[in-house]
């Protein structure tokens, strides 16, 4: 199975920019999406294809990447971003996702 | 808008099975492929399976094979999940989430059910 790498925790000053990373055992493509999970919540799409934004999602957030190496930027971070962030894989059987980034703010 | 609508919170005993529902709402159930994806209590996500409503055709992540059985109902656009022979390792979320089938990614999800295999 592919495996997703992704850095467990960070944390940042509102106002700031940040970037999460997710690192993929094989390459994926641009298979490549990110998620927002808050407490008790289901994970909300962000950024679909390594890069497309989702409908209604701020444009503070931007996805890139291809191949193994993927990022997912917030700039600016607002305090309603603390929240886990995963990856998912689509290219590769069977569908994977990173073990998630832990955002909270300073 | 596009709706799941996920089953209650369950507490199963050990060994027991559990059937676990999600009805959709909004879209065109049989034209869209359903998936199932467990998170474990502080763990990441894990994809189950899927099911094409629209013939029954069913894919499984091979770890759960035999784990799971997934089904639909056509006339009430709900998909269900049974678990099998419990253990402490299925207490878990399990969500639905309807799939992109370009993309692969998933747009919407149910809310989510919780399972407690507990004696």
């Known amino acids: 199975d592919t495996v997703l790498t992704q850095s467990p925790a960070l944390a940042v000053s509102p106002g700031e920019r940040v970037t999460i990373s997710c690192r993929a055992s094989?390459?994926?493509?641009?298979?490549m999406h990110w998620y927002q999970q808050k407490p008790g919540q289901q994970p909300k799409l962000l950024i679909y294809g390594a890069s497309n934004l989702e409908s209604g999602v701020p444009a503070r957030f931007s996805g890139s990447g291809s191949g193994t190496d993927f990022t997912l930027t917030i700039d600016p971070v607002e305090a309603d971003d603390t929240a886990t962030y995963f990856c998912q894989q689509s290219w590769n059987d069977p569908y994977t996702f990173g073990a998630g980034t832990k955002l909270e703010l300073k | 808008q596009v709706q799941l609508q996920q089953s209650g919170t369950e507490l199963v005993k050990p060994a027991s099975s559990v059937k676990i529902s999600c009805k959709a709402s909004g879209y065109t159930f049989t034209s869209n492929y359903m998936h199932w994806i467990r998170q474990q209590p502080g763990n990441g996500l894990e994809w189950i399976g899927w099911?094409?409503?629209?013939?029954?055709?069913?894919k499984y992540n091979q770890k759960f094979d035999g784990k799971a059985t997934l089904t639909a109902d056509k006339s009430s656009s709900t998909a269900y999940m049974q678990l099998s022979s419990l253990t402490s390792e299925d207490s878990a979320v399990y969500f639905c989430?309807?799939?992109?089938?370009?993309?692969?990614?998933?747009?919407?999800w149910g809310q989510g059910v919780m399972v407690t295999v507990s004696s």
């Open positions: 989430a309807r799939v992109d089938v370009y993309y692969g990614f998933f747009d919407y």
């Open positions: 099911i094409y409503p629209g013939n029954g055709n069913t």
């Open positions: 094989e390459s994926v493509s641009t298979g």
